[in-house]
Structures are given as structure tokens and as C-alpha cells.
């Protein structure tokens, strides 16, 4: 259950500290007071998308964090490399004037969106517009596949539908006219033809530009290799340095006995002479290597120019070129064989169809299923709200297979005797839509782990009797589960364990809302103000008195 929710310079709240109990918590204030601030804080904390509007004017950065007690092991906490120290989490957000967010859970940073995952699993919030979405059919079959919990059935039919699609991608890129086929096949036969008599070799293009610099430097190639060459031979007449090195090591080599110095000095001269007599044979190789024609150096020019032009038109590299070229050759051949690769195809989409929809059965089956379950429990429900000759009912239509199967799923209700089945949009007012959801919200809780449920002023519409009936359904849900009501109904506020109020004032030319707690004499004059108005009289504090009441003595019978 969420335990302590802190907030800090969020609109007009500067700082709150919100102690919500186990069972029903209800949150009552005048109409501007803050009440859906204390929710949109809530959604923050919780990863929701949230705007640093929501920052209180003057500060650099709104905070909010909640405390959860009692969270079981959840595959996400697991999933975002977090654990529930004693069942506890402390989640907190901070959103910065600039955009940035800063995500913690027990202190370990996350992503906005992890938070999101993990407030998702802790509690569910039910805002006074999502009544809205009964109006959208195309909601409806998400709500019965939640209820349903046929995960694994759709699952099977989305790979099946996925396998399918990809084969009649493949068949279509297939299909063209025999003009278009022709004059592709003629593009791409030109474009082989033209880079397989290009012979091209990978690498060729640093092997031609170090050749081409040689050619186009050979003069001083060669100067430099002959330069070396006489400095160290002296020519045909010797005396270069090769000879001298030799001379050097002889002259030493008759006192090298005599002293380790002149070992050592014979020695390095001996190396030195070796080393200058490789240096000039490798010289004399490349010399003797140099020899090109004199129409060598215009080859290579002509080669880099005709590498220039196809680079332009097939990729930037020779190798990048060579691909190309196998892609088209690739593409010819399919195209060439397209009649036998599209009969190939149209049997294996035949063949994908036949699993798609036998798996799009299956599913449909499971959906019917649990379609029948949550028309019992919805009308079950619906005669808990003060609806007990309303008719709710879920209608199938088979629709092509899509992303979602191959059903069209749709609610309807009768909201009077001896009236038909009609799509829920046409005829439910307000507060028959928000008791609807209401409804169904609380089936569908059942099935999930969330421990905490939040209702925005769920009771828009609703009045009198069918108040009371709401009131005593959430204490109903309270008893298995952490519910907070912002509401406007005394008969809501009456029902709750535990009343909050949320007060607005001013100080210093600034607005501020504060969260007290009431004892039952302030929840007697709040529920006095919920029902009367600011002007109190003592029939009306009596009457909240028996509001109250009436609420302990059913809150105990159940």
C-alpha cells in the first residue's frame, strides 16, 4: 500500500507530507483547492508523463516521493535490478525547470520509464475522463483480453500474423508488370555488365595510388636510390662507406685481443658494416626494380579515372562496388525466377494463412470464454451500483486478421426494461458510464497484484442513491485492497476509514494548499460543507453525524 507521499513544489502545494492508511482514504476540498494535484503528484512519482509546468512558479525543481509498504517479490522490481527491502520501496522524482528528470527506487537511479513499469505494478489510477474510454470500441477488446488474461493465446496468433505478413511482403515486392519487369531487368543487366568488365579487385585502389606517386616522383626516386648507393659503395672504384666500415673493423680486429674495449668496439664496427652493406643491396634491388614503360603512367591514370566515374554511380570504395554489383545480381535472378519464387510464396502464404487463422481461433474461443465471465461479473457488479435492470453484454464480429486477431469486440447495455442491446455510447448518460467503469475497473483489479487503487472523481454524474451505492462499492474494494477517492459526495467521504482535506489559503501574496487529516467533529463539518455550503447549521452537522454513522454500521456488517 502507498503509505507517505512527500511533496514538494508542486503548483501550489510548497511542501506536504500525506500519511494514508490501509483501507478507504478519501481526499475532500472545494472545487480549486488542489485536490487533483495531490493525483497529478501521485502520476509523477509514479513515471507518468508529466510537464515542468507542473513546477511551482519560483522554484528551480518540484520533488516527490512515495513510500510503499507490503510490495510483494514483482517480476519487474527484478526486471529493473531492484528489491524490496522488507517490503518496503521508496520511490522519488525530481523534475527540473530545464526538462531533466532524476528517477530513484530505494535509491538505486532508474529511467523514467522504469519507474513508470514499477509504478504501474504498485498502483492504478482512475481519473474522472477515463469513463471516456468506454466511449472508444476500440477499447474494448484490450479491456477483455486484460480480464481474460489470454497473453499466451495472443502471443501464439502474433507470430503466426507476423510470419504471414512477411510472406506477403516478399510476394508483393514480386509482383510488377512485364514492361516494369523489363525495363528492370535491362537497368540491372547494363549496371552488371559494366562493373564485371571493370574487373574490379579488392584493395586495387591503394595499390594504384602508391604506384601512381612512385611514377609521378621517379626522377627523384631514383636520385635518392643512386645518391645512397654511391655514399655507401663509392661506385665502380670503391671507397664509399661500406668499405671504410670494412677497413675500420680490420684495423681493430688486431687489438681486439688485448683489451675488452677493443673486443667490444670490433664488434659494434662488424654490425655496423653488415647493417651498411644490406642497406646498400636492398638499394640496388630497387634500382635495379624500377623499370615501368613509358605508357604505364597514362594506364594508371586512365584506371583511377574509370575507378572516379563508377565510384559515382555504384559506391564510394571498390569493395562497397562489389557488393552492389552481387545485390543486383541477386536482384536479377528473382527477378528472372520471379514467376517460380511468387507460386513458392503464394503456397507458403496459403500454408501462413491456414495457422493464422486456426491460431486467430483459438484465441477468438478464449476471448468468448472469458467474454461470458465478464458479463456475470460486470451485471453482478452493475446491481451493486444501484443498475439492476441494466444489461450488459459483449458482441463479437469477425473482422479480417489484423495486429489484435479477428475479432471486433464491442459492449453493449439495455438501460431499461424491454429495450435492445445498443452500443454503449448511445445510450449511457454520466453517471450510468462512470459506475460502468467503475465496475469494471474493479473486476479487472482482481486478477493483479496492485495493492493500491486511486479514483479521481470517479462519482461525476452520480447522486442520491446511486452515491451511496458507489460508496459502499468502494468500501467493499477497500477491504482487499488500499483505496484513495478524491471526491465531491458526502456519501463517499462518509464511507471512508480515513478523510483527508485539502485546504487552499493564502500568505505573503502567495497561494498555498495544505493536507489535514480530520478527526470525526471536522469530518462532521466537512461533510456539513459538502452538503450544505459554507453557511453551517446544526440540523446539517446533525445529519453528517448520522452520515457518518450509517457508514461505521455498514463498513462493520460487511
Given at each position: 500500500m502507498l503509505q507517505l507521499l512527500h511533496i514538494e513544489n508542486i503548483a501550489v502545494i510548497e511542501e506536504a507530507d500525506i500519511t494514508f492508511d490501509q483501507g478507504f482514504n478519501a481526499l475532500t476540498g472545494e472545487t480549486g483547492a488542489g485536490k487533483s494535484i495531490v493525483i497529478d503528484a501521485m502520476g509523477a512519482v509514479l513515471g507518468q508523463r508529466t510537464s515542468r509546468d507542473l513546477i511551482r512558479t519560483g522554484a528551480n525543481k518540484a520533488f516527490v516521493s512515495a513510500l510503499f509498504t507490503g510490495v510483494p517479490a514483482l517480476p519487474v522490481l527484478e526486471d529493473c535490478g531492484v528489491a524490496a527491502e522488507n517490503g518496503e520501496l521508496l520511490l522519488q522524482r525530481e523534475i527540473y525547470a530545464d526538462g531533466k528528470n532524476v528517477c530513484r527506487v530505494s535509491g538505486r537511479p532508474l529511467t523514467v520509464a522504469q519507474l513508470r513499469k514499477i509504478g504501474g505494478a504498485l498502483l492504478n489510477i482512475h481519473g474522472q475522463h477515463d469513463g471516456q474510454q468506454l466511449l472508444d470500441e476500440e477499447q474494448h477488446g484490450a479491456y477483455l483480453d486484460s480480464f481474460g488474461k489470454v497473453e499466451k493465446e495472443l502471443a501464439d496468433y502474433t507470430a503466426c500474423f507476423e510470419a504471414m505478413e512477411a510472406?506477403?511482403?516478399?510476394?508483393?515486392?514480386?509482383?510488377?508488370?512485364?514492361?516494369?519487369?523489363?525495363?528492370?531487368?535491362?537497368?540491372?543487366?547494363f549496371q552488371i555488365g559494366e562493373l564485371e568488365r571493370a574487373q574490379l579487385k579488392p584493395g586495387e585502389e591503394e595499390e594504384l595510388d602508391r604506384r601512381r606517386n612512385l611514377l609521378?616522383?621517379?626522377?627523384?626516386?631514383?636520385?635518392?636510390?643512386?645518391?645512397?648507393?654511391?655514399?655507401l659503395t663509392g661506385g665502380d672504384e670503391g671507397g664509399g662507406a661500406v668499405s671504410a666500415l670494412r677497413e675500420a673493423a680490420g684495423a681493430v680486429s688486431g687489438a681486439k685481443n688485448l683489451d675488452d674495449r677493443f673486443s667490444q668496439l670490433?664488434?659494434?664496427?662488424?654490425?655496423?658494416?653488415?647493417?651498411?652493406?644490406?642497406?646498400?643491396?636492398?638499394?640496388?634491388?630497387?634500382?635495379?626494380?624500377?623499370?615501368?614503360?613509358?605508357h604505364e603512367l597514362d594506364e594508371l591514370e586512365g584506371?583511377?579515372?574509370?575507378?572516379?566515374?563508377?565510384?559515382?554511380?555504384?559506391?564510394?570504395?571498390?569493395?562497397?562496388?562489389?557488393?552492389?554489383?552481387?545485390?543486383?545480381?541477386?536482384?536479377?535472378?528473382?527477378?528472372?525466377?520471379?514467376?517460380?519464387?511468387?507460386?513458392?510464396?503464394?503456397?507458403?502464404?496459403?500454408k501462413d494463412r491456414k495457422q493464422t487463422m486456426k491460431s486467430a481461433g483459438v484465441l477468438s474461443q478464449a476471448r468468448k470464454a472469458a467474454a461470458k465471465q465478464l458479463e456475470e461479473r460486470i451485471q453482478d457488479e452493475l446491481r451493486q451500483l444501484d443498475m439492476p435492470?441494466?444489461?450488459?453484454?459483449?458482441?463479437?464480429?469477425?473482422?479480417?486478421?489484423?495486429?489484435?486477431?479477428?475479432?471486433?469486440?464491442?459492449?453493449?447495455m439495455s438501460a431499461n426494461v424491454g429495450e435492445e442491446l445498443r452500443p454503449i455510447n448511445k445510450v449511457a448518460s454520466g453517471g450510468e458510464l462512470a459506475r460502468i467503469m467503475l465496475a469494471l475497473k474493479n473486476v479487472l483489479a482482481e486478477n493483479e497484484l496492485i495493492g493500491t487503487l486511486v479514483?479521481?472523481?470517479?462519482?461525476?454524474?452520480?447522486?442520491?442513491?446511486?452515491?451511496?451505492?458507489?460508496a459502499a462499492k468502494l468500501a467493499q474494494v477497500s477491504r482487499g485492497k488500499q483505496v484513495l477517492c478524491v471526491t465531491h459526495l458526502p456519501q463517499l467521504a462518509a464511507m471512508a476509514d480515513t478523510h483527508f482535506s485539502v485546504e487552499k489559503?493564502?500568505?505573503?501574496?502567495?497561494t498555498y494548499t495544505k493536507v489535514l487529516r480530520l478527526d470525526r467533529e471536522q469530518r462532521k463539518q466537512e461533510l456539513a460543507r459538502l452538503t450544505g455550503g459554507e453557511h453551517l447549521t446544526k440540523a446539517m452537522l446533525d445529519g453528517a453525524g448520522e452520515l457518518l454513522d450509517g457508514a461505521e454500521e455498514y463498513k462493520k456488517s460487511i
Open positions: 510472406t506477403r511482403k516478399k510476394l508483393k515486392s514480386l509482383q510488377m508488370d512485364e514492361a516494369e519487369k523489363e525495363r528492370r531487368m535491362d537497368s540491372l543487366k609521378k616522383n621517379g626522377e627523384k626516386f631514383m636520385t635518392a636510390i643512386q645518391g645512397a648507393v654511391w655514399n670490433h664488434e659494434r664496427l662488424e654490425n655496423l658494416y653488415s647493417e651498411a652493406y644490406d642497406v646498400a643491396e636492398t638499394l640496388r634491388d630497387m634500382e635495379d626494380a624500377f623499370d615501368f614503360s613509358p584506371r583511377a579515372d574509370q575507378l572516379y566515374r563508377l565510384k559515382k554511380k555504384y559506391g564510394p570504395t571498390v569493395e562497397e562496388m562489389l557488393e552492389y554489383l552481387e545485390q543486383r545480381k541477386e536482384e536479377l535472378d528473382q527477378i528472372a525466377f520471379a514467376s517460380d519464387t511468387a507460386a513458392r510464396l503464394e503456397k507458403q502464404l496459403e435492470k441494466v444489461r450488459f453484454a459483449i458482441c463479437f464480429a469477425e473482422k479480417e486478421p489484423d495486429a489484435t486477431g479477428i475479432d471486433t469486440v464491442r459492449f453493449l479514483f479521481d472523481e470517479v462519482d461525476t454524474g452520480v447522486s442520491g442513491r446511486a452515491a451511496q451505492k458507489v489559503g493564502e500568505s505573503g501574496g502567495r
